[in-house]
């Protein structure tokens, strides 16, 4: 078997820090750090592009020189070799989110919370490897992945590669909080932005049971909102007095998917929530969240981070009884440049995914 797989993968990379109105990607081939019998490769299927993919390769979060980029962390793909101690088997269709890796020993990782690990996460790009070929991960804009089998999570039949992929990083960093945190019947929840990942809030929350409010700035996702089953809309360009007049109070969570700078958290969202409620962030804006006063009086203001294989694999579950379908536009991998572009513009709705 691993005799068809290459010594070198090849992967759209970003040869040096990208110009996010001028993206450039270059097939380049890598080769992969040393195989252990804790690994898996992958054959891709399908990968989808995140908004992190972009901030990475434009530096985004801060300098960094470990360029050429392979990005990509929505990855579904085909297991062509297990490592004895990897729990797959080859010709398993897996899926591999955002965490590439994590140290399995801390507190954190025992009590599959390895979103939180304290010692070693490890994107599934750009993390440590310890290798000296290849000292940090790459991604899934490529045709192989290699990683820990523990962060590959079985993909159940019935959804498409392709489908199935934005769930591994959008979906699971909604779903985590909305099911951790009670999401359910007799909640009324809002998720604020509807694009990648507030879509999906939309979906799973609704599928949780909760009576859903999805939050906007313009009436643009009105309709989509309505189609993706939410109960009801708020148009926050209606200024935080008239939006109030209707619901001041009457929320018991408000998921937020914005990384959007100086956001109206006290004039607005946190008197939106009863008291008791909960805001919490998943997107977070590059200045942190607005100072809080007596505004966050009764509230829990809290973040969320991805989810853990775990977690993974209880979206799935979800995910199919409830029929969730992230809504997509697939694009050839050989086209990830034009398709980076295109996300970064804005015109994805609501995810774009490259397909090998
Ligand atoms: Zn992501
Ligand atoms: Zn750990």
């Avoid at 919370?113 to 440590?128: L, M, N, R």
């Amino acid at each position: 078997m691993s005799a068809t797989i290459p010594a070198q993968f090849t992967g759209q990379a970003a040869l040096k820090k990208q110009d996010p109105k001028n993206f450039d990607l270059h097939e380049t081939k890598y080769t992969p750090r040393a195989f252990t019998e804790e690994d898996v490769i992958i054959k891709i299927d399908a990968c989808g592009v995140c908004g992190t993919d972009l901030h990475v390769m434009t530096c985004g979060w801060g300098e960094h020189d470990q360029f050429p980029a392979i990005t990509g962390h929505e990855i579904v793909g085909h297991v062509v070799r297990a490592g004895k101690n990897s729990t797959h088997a080859v010709g398993d269709r897996v899926g591999v989110g955002a965490q590439g890796a994590s140290c399995g020993e801390c507190v954190n990782c025992k009590n599959h919370e390895e979103p939180y690990c304290i010692k070693g996460w490890v994107g599934t790009y750009q993390g440590p490897t310890g290798d000296a070929v290849q000292p940090y991960t790459q991604g899934g804009y490529a045709d192989y992945y290699q990683g820990p089998g523990h962060f590959a999570v079985k993909i159940p039949d019935g959804i498409p590669s392709e489908v199935a992929a934005p769930l591994l990083c959008a979906g699971v960093t909604v779903y985590a909080p909305l099911s951790y945190y009670g999401a359910k019947a007799g909640k009324k929840v809002g998720i604020i932005g509807i694009g990648g990942l507030g879509h999906l809030g939309v979906q799973f929350a609704k599928a949780l049971g909760a009576e859903v409010y999805a939050i906007s700035h313009s009436d643009r996702k009105r309709a989509d909102a309505a189609t993706l089953g939410a109960t009801g809309f708020i148009n926050t360009h209606d200024g935080a007095e008239k939006v109030l007049a209707e619901h001041a109070a009457s929320f018991d969570m408000i998921l937020s998917t914005s990384d959007q700078d100086d956001m109206p958290l006290n004039d607005l969202y946190l008197p939106l929530l009863k008291a008791r409620g909960q805001f919490i962030s998943v997107g977070l804006p590059n200045d942190g969240l607005p100072r809080m006063g007596w505004s966050l009086l009764g509230k829990t203001v809290t973040g969320s981070l991805i989810g853990s294989p775990k977690e993974i694999e209880d979206m799935f579950k979800l995910a199919v009884e409830s029929n969730i379908r992230p809504w997509i536009e697939t694009r050839p991998m050989s086209e990830a440049t034009q398709t980076v572009n295109d996300m970064y513009a804005g015109k994805a709705k609501f995810r774009y995914v490259l397909v090998n």
